[in-house]
Nanobody, 127 residues
Framework: QVQLVESGGGLVQAGASLRLSCAAS????????MGWFRQAPGKEREFVAAITSSGRSTNYADSVTGRFTISRDNAKNTVYLQMNSLKSEDTAVYYC????????????????????WGQGTQVTVSS
């Protein structure tokens, strides 16, 4: 069974940076794309970023393009989300997700593409 554990959330001021980490266990990490989603109070969970198993392909939501960077270290079974120039609208619970399908060539972006989820980590950006 896949386990995903996020860390790195916190309270920061607008314009600051945070790096989220997600440690994975329970299956061959290097075979699956990974993603980050977020959910703000009263809103649906939304896609943020994803990366293929090799790390060669990434996708980002328009709202974070140019500010957030997803990366992975397959030797450490960990995926990261570097968040720069944070805005108040980035405030949400951030969830790490693992792809349902191995060795996808294009980083997935749909909620239904992911079958494994972490418990989430809170990111709060004060203005």
């Amino acid at each position: 069974q896949v386990q995903l554990v996020e860390s790195g959330g916190g309270l920061v001021q607008a314009g600051a940076s945070l790096r989220l980490s997600c440690a994975a266990s329970g299956r061959t990490f290097s075979a699956y794309a990974m993603g980050w989603f977020r959910q703000a109070p009263g809103k649906e969970r939304e896609f943020v970023a994803a990366i293929t198993s090799s790390g060669r392909s990434t996708n980002y939501a328009d709202s974070v393009t140019g500010r957030f960077t997803i990366s992975r270290d397959n030797a450490k079974n960990t995926v990261y989300l570097q968040m720069n120039s944070l805005k108040s609208e980035d405030t949400a619970v951030y969830y790490c997700a693992g792809d349902r399908v191995a060795f996808r060539r294009v980083a997935p972006t749909k909620y239904e593409d992911f079958g494994s989820w972490g418990q989430g980590t809170q990111v709060t950006v004060s203005s």
